[in-house]
């Protein structure tokens, strides 16, 4: 969701309780956050003119006035349990300002002027036509869900502001999943999560066992913890790798009867996240896309231009529940957001298969791939590059990423997306002493690997930024280095071309010089856009050459891959796909099975 601010929100308000505790009379009274109306006003006068000006969307700020009349809140549980945006309640601490008194940073209505409030602003009539929460005997139920989440929220990766994320709270996620539950028959059927950071997938896999889940998602932190996380609670997820402006990962692509997202909360972020999840759907007659998205009360526009992508995709409107999802963020929106569940139509399927090119760079709200960043580092090819490559006797042959000028007619110039989802295109490439540059100052963390993956060049020298994840330390730049070791040696060049970026260098290896697991190794990493059971069974045929009882045959190949491998469902996977993690996994797996070919010499 959008990262505009820290915070949360709701789904259905709290019933008002007539018993809640009093605040302690020695209180001192609280400053507001916002400027105070003018002492000549009566505090509460000031407050019913204010709610007057909201009529008659001005029951969520009586609600919000229940609450200070209840216990002693901080401004982001107000905001939170209201699901108000922060200048909406920091208006109404103004007002009352003058009849507040705080514990701390918690503020709450002088207790003995609680009557008068609770009387002034309907305070019973709150508590009897509140609405009553369908999930709330559900959610009763899956108390022990709930404690799990809680736990796994705690110990998740850090959120990330860069890719907007504002984690929901663990309550959210449980009812999310008791939601899906309630309205589909989710046993047996594949539900895909376009981006996952909350852990959705966790409490579904949890409340429905049966139900197939698939995750997609940038950011390989928060794969790496779903798959180990599933793992110890017994649940099945495939964790897939992919930059959605580039398309969704093969494995994903029509695989699924229901989608999940919470995308950035702008127009191309919504449309983009919605895209991708049409595109994995692959029951197109009954299939669903689930969509979380909010704005401020005070902006609807910008929830117009979010919800507007739904117009032009061609999707009904279902469902909207509002105020479903509450956050530990986005206070701007009121900690909340709604659910959207929208249904592809006829027109939906005439739109999303017609020929389109990567997504726009800038999706999120915030830092280089914002709506309003992502503007090239450098208008020619650097200097520093040209002296690694070029320089070097190694004349470059293709660009990736990037409108540099300064390359010369003969070169050519591919999409980092058409790089990504297939490598060079054949005749492209040629001998080993050519080589590739690609612009990728704009990686948010994965693109370096993916392109050193996809690239099957004699050189290879990317511009990353500075700070890039792979650069940050000694022991990052180790962990790159031993992972591509079989394909590429790395050389990394920090401060070059200036102080805000670095060169990462790759020059190939060759075959002849590596042991046969290693052989086998660097066949799959050269073969990264294959599957990775077709590249281990031809790997390991090549390697068994030498053997005592000539080569194995392409069925004792297989069956040789299938029991190296200790997840069978990376086999039918292509290597750029599958998550950091599982590419190290899976290396090592084929590298052992090669270990085993005893060769002739050696019986």
């Not at 009093?22 to 009274?29: K, L, Q």
């Not at 507007?308 to 999707?315: D, E, F, T, V």
């Not at 580092?377 to 190694?394: H, N």
Request: one cysteine or more; aromatic letters at 4%.
């Amino acid at each position: 969701m959008a990262a505009d601010e820290p915070a949360g929100g709701g789904a259905a308000a709290e019933p008002m309780s007539a018993a809640a505790e009093p605040m302690s009379a020695a209180a001192e009274p609280m400053s507001a956050a916002a400027e105070p109306m003018s002492a000549a006003v009566e505090p509460m006068s000031g407050l019913a003119e204010l709610l007057a000006r909201h009529r008659p969307d001005s029951r969520r700020l009586r609600h919000l006035i229940a609450l200070l009349t209840q216990q002693p809140l901080d401004l982001a549980s107000l905001i939170q349990r209201s699901a108000l945006p922060r200048q909406t309640v920091q208006s109404v601490l103004a007002a009352v300002a003058g009849d507040l008194v705080r514990d701390g940073d918690k503020a709450a209505i002088e207790p003995g002027k609680v009557p008068a409030y609770r009387q002034r602003f309907g305070y019973d009539q709150l508590a009897c036509t509140e609405l009553a929460d369908p999930l709330a005997g559900r959610l009763g139920q899956a108390a022990a869900i709930a404690a799990v989440m809680t736990a796994l929220a705690a110990e998740a990766p850090r959120a990330r502001t860069d890719l907007d994320h504002v984690p929901a709270t663990p309550e959210t996620v449980v009812r999310r999943a008791l939601w899906l539950d309630s309205s589909y028959d989710l046993a047996g059927a594949v539900l895909l999560f376009v981006g996952d950071h909350d852990l959705t997938s966790l409490a579904v896999g949890q409340v429905s066992p049966a139900t197939e889940l698939v995750v997609v998602d940038v950011d390989e932190a928060t794969l790496q913890f779903i798959d180990s996380r599933a793992r110890r609670l017994g649940i099945s997820v495939r964790c897939l790798a992919g930059d959605l402006r580039f398309g969704l990962p093969g494995r994903a692509l029509g695989c699924a009867d229901l989608v999940f997202t919470d995308p950035p909360y702008t127009p191309e972020g919504v449309e983009l996240f919605a895209v991708r999840g049409l595109q994995g759907l692959g029951n197109r007659e009954n299939g669903r896309v689930i969509v979380a998205l909010g704005f401020s009360d005070l902006q609807p526009s910008l929830g117009f231009g979010a919800q507007a992508a739904a117009h032009r995709l061609g999707l009904a409107y279902e469902a909207v529940l509002p105020r479903f999802n509450s956050y530990d963020g986005a206070q701007a929106l009121g900690s909340s957001s709604s659910l959207y569940v929208w249904r592809p139509t006829t027109r939906t399927w005439r739109v999303l298969d017609r020929p389109g090119a990567d997504a726009a760079a800038g999706i999120y709200t915030r830092g280089p791939r914002s709506v309003e960043g992502g503007r090239p580092a450098f208008e020619e090819i650097p200097a520093a590059v040209q002296r690694v490559t070029s320089g070097a006797g190694f004349p470059v042959r293709v660009v990736v990423g990037s409108g540099w000028a300064g390359a010369g007619d003969t070169v050519a110039r591919l999409r980092l997306g058409t790089l990504l989802s297939g490598g060079i295109p054949p005749g492209i490439m040629s001998g080993r002493q050519s080589s590739l540059v690609a612009d990728l100052s704009g990686d948010p963390g994965p693109w370096l690997l993916r392109a050193l993956l996809a690239a099957n060049a004699g050189r290879v020298a990317a511009l990353v930024p500075g700070d890039h994840r792979d650069l940050a330390s000694e022991a990052a730049q180790d962990c790159l280095t031993a992972l591509l070791a079989p394909k590429y040696r790395l050389r990394f060049l920090r401060g070059q071309p200036d102080a805000r970026h670095a060169i990462v260098l790759a020059e190939a290896v060759a075959a002849e010089t590596l042991d046969p697991p290693a052989r086998l190794a660097r066949r799959m990493l050269r073969q990264a856009h294959g599957k990775v059971g077709n590249a281990w069974r031809e790997g390991l045929i090549d390697a068994s050459r030498q053997r005592a009882g000539g080569p194995l045959s392409k069925r004792d190949a297989r069956a040789m891959a299938e029991a190296g491998a200790r997840r069978a469902s990376v086999l039918d996977t292509r290597l750029i796909d599958l998550p950091r993690h599982q590419i190290a996994i899976v290396l090592q797996d084929a590298r052992a099975s090669a270990g085993r070919l005893v060769p002739v010499a050696d019986r």
